[in-house]
């Protein structure tokens, strides 16, 4: 069984910053791509950013240059540094493990950016 905890979520006033982390526990493969996506209110589920076990990135166009993913494959750890924050940033953001298989979620973590 897999098992993806998260943290780092909270209240930010705009430009400002936040690190969100998960760690996934379980049987973890090698290969495998973890990342984020997030959902504010009425609005879909999109992706924000992931990496693959290999350091390969992905970005969303929204959030290119303002946030950073990076992990730690020894930890099954992924972080997300989030900078410049803007109150469209608002959402729910959910972490998961892709190990080619079904997708693995985390239970969710609110960030909340004021103007």
């Known amino acids: 069984q897999v098992q993806l905890v998260e943290s780092g979520g909270g209240l930010v006033q705009s430009g400002g910053s936040l690190r969100l982390s998960c760690t996934a526990s379980?049987?973890?493969?090698?290969?495998?791509?973890m990342g984020w996506y997030r959902q504010a209110p009425g609005k879909q589920r999109e992706l924000v950013a992931r990496?693959?076990?290999?350091?390969?990135?992905k970005y969303a166009d929204s959030v290119k240059g303002r946030f950073t993913i990076s992990r730690d494959n020894a930890k099954n750890t992924v972080y997300l540094q989030m900078n410049s924050l803007k109150p469209e940033d608002t959402a729910d953001y959910y972490c998961?493990?892709?190990?080619?298989?079904?997708?693995?979620w985390g239970q969710g973590t609110q960030v909340t950016v004021s103007s």
């Open positions: 379980g049987s973890i493969s090698r290969m495998n791509v």
């Open positions: 998961y493990l892709d190990q080619y298989g079904p997708n693995y």
């Open positions: 990496i693959s076990s290999g350091g390969m990135t």
